[in-house]
């Protein structure tokens, strides 16, 4: 199975150390899918300024491919973030830099590539919206992050092109999050995955809701948290369904349960992913 991270990474600047760490949804989920054994990429924009250099770097030890990146001259991605009680929160950013100021102006070539792979993740932070009529021709599965920040709009516009969409929803009532989940799978997504933070995570295929209750652990830091978890369970999600052994649901089960631990597990990890470097 080949995966590929579309759209953006950033520097997540920790303003009470002073360390800068890498990550960006699109980017901490070809990285999760590369540790869980998957053959993994990303596709995005970097910067030239240091905080570039860093994500670039880091990418390089954990040899991810990054050969169809796209290099703007400009500011990185960045965030900066503090944390309260292991809790991340975030503070500003410069929302995406180049990636948002140039887009990912995809080429035949970058589409020729992202035909090879078995699912494309992007997100709403990822700038990609003008690109996915293209992707969807190519035939190849696309997975979606909504993040918490989506609108009705974004909603109607995205989901024709989607074949698995994630929303974050802890700010959401409960009748307000199924009848999203109902109102994504009738126009036409495969699965809808909306994680609640500690109150665990919610699935819909279309006709069953599956609840995944949390793995309490006392967290370092949650920035990869709902990525992490995300990226699990479409790991064991898809591998399994191409062994064809377990039927739907036993594999939505076993999916939700392996995601809750590794889930809890990024927890314990500063930043994203690691890789921090102090910063002036």
Known sequence: MKVIGLGDNVVDKYEHIRTMYPGGNALNFAVYAKRLGVDAAFLGAFGTDQEAAHVQ??????????????VYEGEN????????????????????????????????????YIKEFDLVHTGLYGFTEPELPRIKELGVPIGFDFSSDFTENQVNEIVPFVDYAYFSC?????????????????????????????????LFDGAKFYVQEPKHVKAIDTMGAGDSFITCFMMNYLSQIKEGILNQDQIIIKSLEKAADFSSQQCLVDGSFGYGKLYV
């Open 77 to 112: 991605g960045c965030a900066r973030v503090t944390l309260k009680d292991g809790d991340r929160v975030f503070l500003g950013s410069n929302r995406c830099g180049v990636l948002r100021e140039h887009g990912l102006n995809l080429t035949a070539e970058d589409l020729n």
């Open 170 to 202: 802890s700010h959401l009532k409960t009748d307000a999050m199924l009848n999203l989940m109902l109102k994504v799978t009738k126009m036409g997504c495969k699965l809808v995955l909306c994680t609640m933070g500690e109150k665990g995570a919610l």
């Open 57 to 70: 770097e880091s990418i390089r030890q954990i040899e991810l491919d990054i050969s169809h990146c796209k």
